[in-house]
């Protein structure tokens, strides 16, 4: 599988732990972010990693800024990307199962590497799980293609 990861000048000792933490588990990696700490507006990495995905030039993204929340809101502007901010396990693990997320995002100055492994993995490891999900997903991606919900006007 391959996932694009991408990162900010507030995460880049996360970056470098995540990704290679990955690269042991056999993911191939595609570093799109900044290896260094000075100044790296996050919108630049949160459009790279979210074209990738979107074109399928990777599987599955996962983005880092200070909070997450920067580089995730640049990352959803992409038509395709559902994006989602997760500083525990759980949420990642859900926003896979009932969201079918494609990037995880979280903050470098919120949670520390152990955390973000454990985020990392339940997000990895859980399945899209379709079903009535599939459904509400739909509905997300109808407002962004069409700006519009049918369903709000019933
Ligand atoms: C950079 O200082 C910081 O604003 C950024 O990393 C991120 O937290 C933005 O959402």
């Known amino acids: 599988m391959k996932i694009a990861i991408g990162n900010d000048h507030a ?3 996360l970056k470098k732990e995540i990704l290679a933490y990955l690269q042991e588990k056999g993911y191939e990696m595609i570093n799109v972010g900044t290896d260094q700490e000075t100044s790296f507006h996050y919108p630049v990495s949160g459009y790279r990693v979210a074209k990738m995905v979107a074109a399928g030039e990777a599987d599955l993204g996962i983005l880092i800024c200070g909070t997450g929340v920067g580089i995730s809101l640049a990352a959803n502007k992409v038509k395709g990307i559902r994006c ?3 500083s525990e396990p759980y949420t990642a693990k859900m926003s896979r199962e009932h ?3 494609n990037i995880l995002a979280f903050g470098a100055r ?3 590497p152990d ?3 454990m985020i990392v993995d339940e997000w990895l490891n ?3 799980l379709g079903g009535r ?3 509400r997903v739909d509905m997300i991606m109808e407002i962004e293609a069409t700006q519009e919900l049918k369903a709000a006007q019933e």
Do not use: D, Y
Request: proline share 0%; hydrophobic share 50%; net charge positive.
């Open 11 to 13: 995460a880049v000792a």
């Open 84 to 86: 989602c901010v997760c």
């Open 99 to 101: 969201n079918n997320s």
């Open 110 to 112: 919120v949670v520390g």
């Open 115 to 117: 955390l973000a492994k």
């Open 126 to 128: 859980a399945k899209f």
């Open 133 to 135: 999900h599939q459904t």
